[in-house]
């Protein structure tokens, strides 16, 4: 019974299949007479022997490997199956599909630069993709040692320089540290260019790389920010006068804050400024002229030329006794 049982016919297919899996290696089993292979939607199929590339299967389907496969394996065309005896040979199912991985640095890259001493720690995040795009290289230095390969692997590869291509590209291509978003594209493929050299000899390639932001300090963030904010402003006068209107129409001015109270102080001052200029204008002349020059004219003068009371036709100031005529 065991005897018939090896004698079954097989199918060679990725019976592990992740979307996180780069590749994933049938391997150490022979295949029997009336074997098939599965090839699903996203997976290329390559046989090898010995580190050698057999065949590249792309279509999806299912195929009869003696009549449809062996017939277009390179060195394996003339194999025939025994009645006791199959073919050994590895297929591997790799995930065609673009990868998409966050990155970001595990801790606070300090950039030289000029305005301080000690460098500018910044942290930075974004995502980068990547494909499978030669085999060869694939089998020679992975697939040759390892199963399976997921991107979480070539995640914690990638990260693992991150950091210096990050400090070399900055330092290159930051024009102004304080704004390297500015920068980002010429940073990024920079970065990118050193990564694909990096993986390129695994039969990888990245595709993309993308930095969405760069992170600094709380306290230099505060500096940023009051920067640009002051850069806004074009005339500080006129932000001056806007402030202190705010502050009196809030009712922040009163009460324990020195700046705001003052402003609401000068802001009193200005207003009864205007205030006296108006009632001046507006005041007769004769009661100007009698106020400021006196009786002229011997007739009695409305209000007192001494303390300025009213007095209504009186010879003398009925506040301080001033004679009037």
Same mark, same amino acid.
């Given at each position: 019974m065991s005897f018939f049982r090896g004698q079954l016919a097989n199918v060679v297919e990725w019976e592990e299949f992740r979307d996180d899996m780069i590749f994933w290696k049938w391997s150490n089993r022979e295949i029997?007479?009336?074997?098939? *292979? !599965? +090839?699903?939607?996203? $997976?290329? &199929?390559v046989f090898f022997d010995q580190g050698k590339i057999e065949g590249v299967f792309k279509d999806e389907g299912e195929y009869e490997i003696e009549s449809e496969i062996i017939p277009f394996l390179s060195t394996l065309k003339g194999f025939k199956f025994g009645f006791n005896s199959g073919m050994r040979v590895e297929v591997l199912f790799v995930n065609?599909?673009? %990868?998409?991985?966050?990155?970001?640095?595990?801790? &606070? !890259?300090? !950039?030289?630069?000029?305005? @301080?001493?000690?460098?500018?720690?910044?942290?930075?995040?974004?995502? %980068? $993709? %990547? =494909?499978?795009?030669?085999? *060869?290289k694939l089998i020679d230095n992975v697939a040759g040692v390892k199963n399976s390969y997921l991107v979480e692997d070539v995640r914690l590869r990638i990260t693992a320089i991150l950091d210096q291509l @990050?400090? =070399?590209? +900055?330092? =290159?291509?930051?024009?102004?540290? %304080?704004? @390297? $978003?500015a920068n980002s594209f010429e940073i990024s493929n920079g970065i990118k260019e050193d990564l694909d050299m990096q993986v390129n000899s695994d039969g990888f390639e990245i595709t993309r790389f993308n930095i969405m932001s760069f992170n600094y300090p709380n306290e230099i963030q505060d500096m940023i920010t009051k920067s640009a904010s002051h850069g806004m402003i074009g005339d500080m006068n006129r932000y001056k006068d806007v402030s202190m209107t705010d502050a009196i129409a809030s009712g922040k001015s009163e009460g324990g804050n020195t700046a705001t109270d003052m402003a609401g102080m000068m802001m009193g001052m200005n207003m009864a400024q205007e205030m006296m200029k108006g009632r001046n204008q507006n005041q007769p002349s004769n009661e100007l002229g009698q106020n400021q020059g006196g009786n002229q004219s011997g007739a009695i003068p409305n209000f007192c030329p001494n303390c300025g009371n009213k007095t209504a036709g009186m010879n003398f100031c009925g506040n301080c006794g001033h004679k009037l005529a």
């Open positions: 029997k007479k009336g074997s098939k *292979l !599965i +090839i699903r939607p996203g $997976q290329d &199929a065609t599909k673009e %990868f998409t991985v966050k990155w970001g640095t595990k801790n &606070a !890259i300090n !950039i030289p630069t000029p305005q @301080l001493p000690g460098g500018m720690p910044i942290r930075a995040n974004g995502t %980068f $993709q %990547f =494909k499978v795009t030669d085999y *060869l @990050l400090m =070399k590209w +900055i330092t =290159k291509e930051g024009k102004d540290m %304080f704004n @390297l $978003q």
